[in-house]
């Protein structure tokens, strides 16, 4: 597996939306998932889409806010988050395995370096 990089991180108000990215390097398609860690906090899960792009998700305060999915003309995973709020701040890292996805963060291989998102008014 390649390289995978986060952008769309910012800083947004609550109530705002937006939309991050990752992006790998390679051509294999993989299963990516999205964690965060927010300070001082253990790094969690959020969501994931397999290499058949089933989807799960993880976080239960981002069910119905929180959308996955990938463009694979461009490599990309994306991470739709709507109706943010400032307990959605944190550093979001998306990560790679195989095929099938896992809430586990020891199951993944490639990590990110993460990109911040802070809501704040």
């Known amino acids: 597996q390649g390289q995978l990089v986060e952008t769309g991180g910012s800083l947004v108000r609550p109530g705002d939306s937006l939309r991050l990215s990752c992006t790998a390097s390679?051509?294999?398609?993989?299963?990516i998932a999205w964690f965060r860690q927010a300070p001082g906090k253990e790094r969690e899960p959020v969501s994931c889409?397999?290499?058949?792009?089933?989807?799960?998700y993880y976080l239960d305060s981002g069910r119905g806010r929180f959308a996955i999915s990938r463009d694979n003309a461009k490599n990309t995973v994306y991470l739709q988050m709507n109706n943010l709020t400032p307990e959605d701040t944190a550093v979001y890292y998306c990560?790679?395995?195989?095929?099938?996805?896992?809430?586990?963060?020891?199951?993944?291989?490639?990590w990110g370096q993460g990109t911040q998102v802070t809501v704040s008014s």
């Open positions: 889409i397999s290499s058949t792009d089933h989807i799960s």
């Open positions: 990560a790679a395995r195989g095929y099938l996805c896992s809430p586990t963060r020891i199951a993944y291989s490639t």
């Open positions: 390679g051509n294999a398609k993989t299963a």
